[in-house]
């Protein structure tokens, strides 16, 4: 047998499989609706698809519960996280700008500047000035007060917007991390205190002692008066955070393991169901539309929690600042899993028992046979391992399958990127492995013998 005759014979074999597969499908469907004997099956499929898509709403209800508990875990347990989280908002012209008043606010309710002004001009008056002076002096206080303000807020104002602020910011985020655990624990020591009216705070201190160094090193020696200070800045005020300590014991408990919930609850759903591959999409079209609910939920809190803090709490431009540090992670999250999700569903309807994928996969399998004919006219095999790839082809399929679910699940932080790549790859190897794979064909020789075409070279 020649080489062309023999490609030639490979190739009118698959088109005669795919057609075969067609046929049998159409057969056993037209089987299932005329035969009498399939009746008593009604009831049990009707209650299995009862349950599938009862697992599947479960597990589309859970999902965003399961996103926010799985932010929990990683960024509010991991100081490291946390961290970088927290750090980039020393670069905010609304952050910097919001510390630089309480601080300035804090300095001047510790020291009286003017008092301290009158004391030192009325010591120099004390010591022997005469009418004309003194009465110098005395309209000095004011403008020398004034002087001695500005050379505080200057100071305050250049140590605020320099990289040294960026650096204590970092420090304090890191040691009230465990304060912030503390706090969630009803530490009474923590730095980050829980009101009993719901509000949250975090210490000034740490600003104040750096703030007050960097005031001495400009030669404001007046700074040494300021004490040791022990004052909160409400970053948060609402009734509902009453039970913040609660919710979150139960969220970062729950974080580890909720994920893993909403997945199994979708997947249950899909093998108990009848039809299977329409039981994919429905899943994978539910878990979209929950990320779809959770991205709208993000943008309704960030309004709400904005309308209700007053701005004598917290400016509305450093809560909505504040707001979408914290959201930030999980909308990325979300619109990942959610592009995800129609991606599933498109492939789980290419991959069903429809027409249109039919047809498109029967033209998919055609176009490969038609690659590797075209190639093997022109001395390009795959050989032997083309074989082995074909007779393992569902095993390796399954691989390329198993290893962008791993990247999907255990890669954090998830974000569109890593998804579209994941499946961008993930289509690559297979049709890499469409187009190396070597079908193994046999042509009937007797009845009880055939004869192996599968390498001619």
């Given at each position: 047998?020649?080489?062309?005759?023999?490609?030639?014979?490979?190739?009118?074999?698959?088109?005669?499989?795919?057609?075969?597969?067609?046929?049998?499908?159409?057969?056993?469907?037209?089987?299932?609706?005329?035969?009498?004997?399939?009746?008593?099956?009604?009831?049990?499929?009707?209650?299995?698809?009862?349950?599938?898509?009862?697992?599947?709403?479960?597990?589309?209800?859970?999902?965003?519960?399961?996103?926010?508990?799985?932010?929990?875990?990683?960024?509010?347990?991991?100081?490291?996280?946390?961290?970088?989280?927290?750090?980039?908002?020393?670069?905010?012209?609304?952050?910097?700008?919001?510390?630089?008043?309480?601080?300035?606010?804090?300095?001047?309710?510790?020291?009286?500047?003017?008092?301290?002004?009158?004391?030192?001009?009325?010591?120099?008056?004390?010591?022997?000035?005469?009418?004309?002076?003194?009465?110098?002096?005395?309209?000095?206080?004011?403008?020398?007060?004034?002087?001695?303000?500005?050379?505080?807020?200057?100071?305050?104002?250049?140590?605020?917007?320099?990289?040294?602020?960026?650096?204590?910011?970092?420090?304090?985020?890191?040691?009230?991390?465990?304060?912030?655990?503390?706090?969630?624990?009803?530490?009474?020591?923590?730095?980050?205190?829980?009101?009993?009216?719901?509000?949250?705070?975090?210490?000034?201190?740490?600003?104040?002692?750096?703030?007050?160094?960097?005031?001495?090193?400009?030669?404001?020696?007046?700074?040494?008066?300021?004490?040791?200070?022990?004052?909160?800045?409400?970053?948060?005020?609402?009734?509902?955070?009453?039970?913040?300590?609660?919710?979150?014991?139960?969220?970062?408990?729950?974080?580890?393991?909720?994920?893993?919930?909403?997945?199994?609850?979708?997947?249950?759903?899909?093998?108990?169901?009848?039809?299977?591959?329409?039981?994919?999409?429905?899943?994978?079209?539910?878990?979209?539309?929950?990320?779809?609910?959770?991205?709208?939920?993000?943008?309704?809190?960030?309004?709400?929690?904005?309308?209700?803090?007053?701005?004598?709490?917290?400016?509305?431009?450093?809560?909505?600042?504040?707001?979408?540090?914290?959201?930030?992670?999980?909308?990325?999250?979300?619109?990942?899993?959610?592009?995800?999700?129609?991606?599933?569903?498109?492939?789980?309807?290419?991959?069903?028992?429809?027409?249109?994928?039919?047809?498109?996969?029967?033209?998919?399998?055609?176009?490969?046979?038609?690659?590797?004919?075209?190639?093997?006219?022109?001395?390009?095999?795959?050989?032997?391992?083309?074989?082995?790839?074909?007779?393992?082809?569902?095993?390796?399929?399954?691989?390329v399958a198993i290893a962008a679910a791993g990247i999907v699940l255990f890669v954090r932080p998830l974000t569109v990127g890593v998804t579209l790549w994941t499946l961008v790859l993930s289509a690559v190897a297979l049709a890499i492995l469409e187009l190396a794979q070597r079908p193994v064909i046999t042509v009937p020789a007797t009845v009880n013998e055939s004869i192996p075409i599968v390498d001619v070279e």
């Open positions: 047998m020649t080489d062309l005759a023999s490609v030639e014979l490979l190739r009118r074999i698959e088109e005669l499989e795919a057609e075969n597969f067609a046929l049998r499908e159409h057969e056993n469907a037209g089987q299932a609706e005329s035969d009498p004997t399939s009746a008593p099956r009604t009831t049990r499929s009707w209650a299995w698809t009862v349950l599938a898509t009862l697992l599947i709403v479960l597990g589309a209800l859970l999902a965003p519960v399961a996103l926010v508990a799985s932010w929990s875990k990683t960024v509010l347990t991991d100081t490291d996280r946390f961290v970088a989280t927290y750090a980039p908002l020393s670069e905010s012209p609304r952050i910097r700008a919001f510390v630089t008043d309480q601080t300035l606010l804090v300095i001047n309710e510790q020291v009286d500047i003017p008092q301290i002004t009158s004391e030192v001009i009325d010591g120099i008056t004390e010591l022997g000035t005469g009418p004309r002076a003194t009465e110098a002096l005395e309209l000095l206080k004011g403008p020398a007060a004034s002087g001695v303000q500005s050379l505080i807020e200057n100071g305050v104002t250049s140590f605020v917007e320099s990289e040294a602020f960026s650096n204590v910011w970092a420090s304090a985020l890191r040691i009230s991390h465990t304060q912030l655990i503390r706090a969630m624990g009803e530490n009474p020591d923590a730095a980050v205190q829980l009101g009993d009216d719901g509000s949250v705070g975090i210490q000034l201190g740490p600003v104040i002692e750096a703030v007050k160094s960097a005031l001495i090193e400009q030669g404001i020696d007046l700074a040494n008066q300021i004490p040791v200070v022990d004052r909160t800045i409400i970053i948060a005020q609402s009734d509902a955070l009453a039970s913040v300590q609660l919710i979150y014991g139960m969220t970062v408990a729950a974080g580890s393991w909720l994920p893993w919930v909403a997945i199994l609850l979708l997947a249950a759903g899909v093998l108990v169901a009848r039809r299977r591959a329409v039981a994919l999409i429905w899943a994978a079209v539910a878990l979209a539309l929950s990320m779809i609910l959770s991205l709208a939920g993000f943008a309704i809190g960030n309004v709400a929690l904005t309308s209700a803090l007053s701005p004598a709490v917290l400016p509305s431009g450093v809560t909505g600042l504040l707001y979408e540090t914290v959201a930030g992670d999980m909308r990325t999250t979300a619109v990942a899993v959610m592009v995800l999700a129609l991606v599933v569903a498109l492939v789980a309807w290419l991959a069903g028992p429809f027409d249109l994928p039919r047809r498109l996969r029967a033209f998919a399998t055609e176009a490969a046979g038609g690659l590797r004919g075209a190639a093997e006219r022109r001395g390009i095999t795959t050989g032997r391992v083309g074989v082995w790839i074909y007779t393992r082809r569902m095993l390796l399929r399954a691989a």
